[in-house]
């Protein structure tokens, strides 16, 4: 159970931590 909730955590952090450095990129780039 306890894995299913890391597992899970993981999943949805992921696509989150992504988007986040990809906006990143962007900033720097339109500066």
Known sequence: ???FE???KVGIAT???IV???VQE??????
């Open 26 to 31: 962007i900033t720097i780039l339109n500066d």
């Open 15 to 17: 696509p989150v931590f």
């Open 1 to 3: 159970m306890l894995l």
């Open 20 to 22: 986040q450095i990809c």
């Open 6 to 8: 890391i597992s899970l």
